[in-house]
């Protein structure tokens, strides 16, 4: 009976699953080539009968389904959208609050997604392509959108803004920003949720060629960028954040150049970064990466020939925890901490290799306040041809007022040409717990100090290595390890019993020498005594 009622659930839930998978979706369709006589009213509902533009396609939906929280698609067909002035359409802004749509380029041969360019080359330039307007309604309404397959091209202002105290779900999957440009601080792409209900998602986007452009800003929620490539851009603030947990996996940044020094490639402000398994090559900006009191996480990553005009590659600013692992730092330049700059910062550094980046004070590290753990890493200073000859190099690791924990380590100077007055590691007002590592100075001093303490953790260490020989430093003798200091407390217990019983014996010696003495006293004594009785004997014995 069990097995039969089993079969029964079996059987319905794949008529079920079957009645599912049979269901089609509500799907309209778009054409950018003018359509005769056309009317608006119910368009799209096949290939032969489509909408003239989106909006129409979002007002044929709104008009044939009862409710806007059903899920559809908006199919456009092959050709450029808007490529001239008086284009259908070409100046709308498609309202999306409250839908669950995606909108592709769709091939009606194949029955497929596939490419299609949407220009913003004649639209009036103050508007968005898409938006959802702000409301504060208390009913939860969910936004969810999916761009996908489409390339935006020379848009002059902006494809999509979003802002609503609601869910509001964005995704680029396959779409391609190119040749675009903004006027003022206004991004590409806004989106905005004061209750955190924010998710923008760009997936396999290609971010290529834009001049003078801001491409996105996200605050209150969630920023995930996969497998995504941004190159060759001039921009202001390229990706701006705020309250944003972000997620950049895979990702490729190159050759993008800040329009002004002040402008970062990533600006990061509160909650988190993770980045990983991703390459930031040849960017000129203020900073490739700026982080303030936000937790940052960096993982397998590669930065080659960044020039930061100047905080270095990675700059985390005053409360921010940072660590970085697994990742290569290779001829970057800063005028302050040229692969990392971290102020008031807890940062954690391990298995990373600093190879050849140049700046003034830091050429590989600059830690100001708070704490740093450098382990099993490498920093070398050697002598490069770089593009620009930007700054003289005066240390390699500087610390600030900080407490610096140095283990396993190799730390060396090449050929490089370096300042007057340069040391490997400058110390100031810091403390320096320094483990086993390699220190190679090539004849310049390993570390200059000024109100520096540094302990030796390990007493095989040699302790010049890193010693501060000003009068106004300090230097702590190496603790012995565990199992040494063992063996000093055996040693000095085994020199207090053979000094107790040396004493012992000494004592001994001159009770038995006093007793010896004082016997033959006696002795000499007693005979002296018979020698005079004797003598008066044979005085008084009468004849």
């Given at each position: 009976?069990?097995?039969?009622?089993?079969?029964?659930?079996?059987?319905?839930?794949?008529?079920?699953?079957?009645?599912?998978?049979?269901?089609?979706?509500?799907?309209?369709?778009?054409?950018?080539?003018?359509?005769?006589?056309?009317?608006?009213?119910?368009?799209?509902?096949?290939?032969?009968?489509p909408?003239?533009?989106?909006?129409?396609?979002?007002?044929?939906?709104?008009?044939?389904?009862?409710?806007?929280?059903?899920?559809?698609?908006?199919?456009?067909?092959?050709?450029?959208?808007?490529?001239?002035?008086t284009?259908?359409?070409?100046?709308?802004?498609?309202?999306?609050?409250?839908?669950?749509?995606?909108?592709?380029?769709?091939?009606?041969?194949?029955?497929?997604?596939?490419?299609?360019?949407?220009?913003?080359?004649?639209?009036y330039?103050?508007?968005?392509?898409?938006?959802?307007?702000?409301?504060?309604?208390?009913?939860?309404?969910?936004?969810v959108?999916?761009?996908?397959?489409?390339?935006f091209?020379?848009?002059?202002?902006?494809?999509?803004?979003?802002?609503?105290?609601?869910?509001?779900?964005?995704?680029?999957?396959?779409?391609?920003?190119?040749?675009?440009?903004?006027?003022?601080?206004?991004?590409?792409?806004?989106?905005?949720?004061?209750?955190?209900?924010?998710y923008?998602?760009?997936?396999?986007?290609?971010?290529?060629?834009?001049?003078?452009?801001?491409?996105l800003?996200?605050?209150?929620g969630?920023?995930?960028?996969?497998?995504?490539?941004?190159?060759?851009?001039?921009?202001?603030?390229?990706?701006?954040?705020?309250?944003?947990?972000?997620?950049?996996?895979?990702?490729?940044?190159?050759?993008?150049?800040?329009?002004?020094?002040?402008?970062?490639?990533?600006?990061?402000?509160?909650?988190?970064?993770?980045?990983?398994?991703?390459?930031?090559?040849?960017?000129?900006?203020?900073?490739?990466?700026?982080?303030?009191?936000?937790?940052?996480?960096?993982?397998?990553?590669?930065?080659?020939?960044?020039?930061?005009?100047?905080?270095?590659?990675?700059?985390?600013?005053?409360?921010t925890?940072?660590?970085?692992s697994?990742?290569?730092?290779?001829?970057?330049?800063?005028?302050?901490?040229?692969?990392?700059?971290?102020?008031?910062?807890?940062?954690?550094?391990?298995?990373?290799?600093?190879?050849?980046?140049?700046?003034?004070?830091?050429?590989?590290?600059?830690q100001?306040?708070?704490?740093?753990?450098?382990?099993?890493?490498?920093?070398?200073?050697?002598?490069?041809?770089?593009?620009?000859?930007?700054?003289?190099?005066?240390?390699?690791?500087?610390?600030?007022?900080?407490?610096?924990?140095?283990?396993?380590?190799?730390?060396?100077?090449?050929?490089?040409?370096?300042?007057?007055?340069?040391?490997?590691?400058?110390?100031?007002?810091?403390?320096?717990?320094?483990?086993?590592?390699?220190?190679?100075?090539?004849?310049?001093?390993?570390?200059?100090?000024?109100?520096?303490?540094?302990?030796?953790?390990?007493?095989?260490?040699?302790?010049?290595?890193?010693?501060?020989?000003?009068?106004?430093?300090?230097?702590?003798?190496?603790?012995?390890?565990?199992?040494?200091?063992?063996?000093?407390?055996?040693?000095?217990?085994?020199?207090?019993?053979v000094?107790?019983?040396?004493?012992?014996?000494?004592?001994?010696?001159?009770i038995?020498?006093?007793?010896m003495?004082?016997?033959?006293?006696?002795?000499?004594?007693?005979?002296?005594?018979?020698?005079?009785?004797?003598?008066?004997?044979?005085?008084?014995?009468?004849?």
């Amino acid at each position: 009976m069990f097995k039969f009622i089993c079969l029964i659930l079996f059987i319905t839930t794949l008529g079920i699953c079957g009645a599912a998978n049979n269901t089609t979706d509500p799907t309209f369709y778009v054409s950018p080539t003018p359509i005769n006589n056309y009317v608006s009213l119910n368009c799209g509902s096949s290939v032969q009968s489509p909408c003239n533009s989106i909006l129409d396609a979002i007002y044929s939906f709104q008009n044939q389904t009862a409710s806007n929280q059903t899920y559809f698609v908006v199919n456009l067909l092959p050709g450029v959208y808007f490529n001239n002035s008086t284009t259908y359409g070409v100046n709308d802004t498609v309202p999306l609050y409250g839908l669950n749509v995606t909108i592709q380029g769709y091939d009606p041969v194949n029955g497929v997604s596939a490419p299609v360019n949407i220009t913003g080359k004649y639209r009036y330039p103050s508007t968005y392509l898409f938006n959802v307007a702000y409301t504060s309604q208390q009913l939860y309404v969910s936004t969810v959108i999916r761009f996908n397959n489409i390339i935006f091209d020379q848009v002059s202002y902006g494809i999509f803004t979003g802002s609503t105290s609601n869910m509001l779900d964005v995704q680029f999957n396959n779409c391609t920003v190119s040749n675009s440009r903004t006027y003022g601080s206004s991004p590409l792409i806004y989106i905005y949720s004061p209750r955190y209900l924010a998710y923008l998602t760009f997936n396999s986007v290609n971010v290529i060629n834009n001049n003078y452009m801001s491409l996105l800003s996200a605050n209150q929620g969630y920023l995930n960028i996969y497998n995504s490539s941004f190159v060759g851009n001039r921009h202001y603030n390229f990706i701006k954040t705020s309250n944003v947990a972000t997620t950049i996996l895979g990702s490729t940044f190159a050759n993008n150049t800040a329009s002004s020094s002040s402008y970062p490639t990533i600006g990061v402000t509160s909650t988190s970064v993770t980045i990983k398994n991703s390459s930031f090559i040849n960017n000129a900006a203020s900073n490739t990466i700026y982080a303030t009191v936000t937790v940052v996480t960096i993982d397998n990553c590669n930065f080659t020939k960044n020039v930061n005009t100047n905080y270095g590659v990675v700059y985390s600013y005053q409360g921010t925890n940072a660590s970085i692992s697994n990742s290569y730092f290779g001829q970057n330049y800063g005028r302050n901490g040229a692969g990392v700059y971290s102020y008031y910062t807890k940062t954690a550094i391990q298995n990373c290799i600093f190879n050849s980046n140049q700046g003034n004070y830091g050429s590989a590290i600059y830690q100001s306040g708070s704490q740093i753990k450098l382990s099993n890493s490498t920093i070398l200073i050697q002598k490069v041809a770089p593009s620009v000859n930007y700054y003289s190099q005066y240390d390699a690791v500087y610390l600030q007022s900080t407490s610096a924990t140095l283990t396993n380590n190799y730390i060396a100077l090449g050929n490089g040409t370096v300042g007057y007055g340069f040391s490997l590691v400058y110390c100031s007002s810091s403390y320096i717990t320094y483990n086993t590592s390699t220190i190679i100075s090539n004849g310049q001093p390993s570390i200059s100090c000024t109100s520096c303490s540094i302990n030796h953790t390990n007493q095989d260490v040699e302790p010049s290595v890193l010693y501060c020989s000003n009068s106004d430093s300090s230097y702590n003798p190496p603790t012995p390890s565990p199992s040494r200091r063992i063996n000093q407390a055996l040693r000095s217990a085994l020199i207090a019993l053979v000094v107790f019983f040396s004493f012992l014996l000494f004592i001994s010696l001159i009770i038995i020498c006093t007793c010896m003495f004082r016997q033959r006293r006696h002795h000499c004594s007693t005979e002296k005594s018979t020698l005079v009785q004797c003598a008066n004997n044979s005085i008084y014995t009468p004849i």
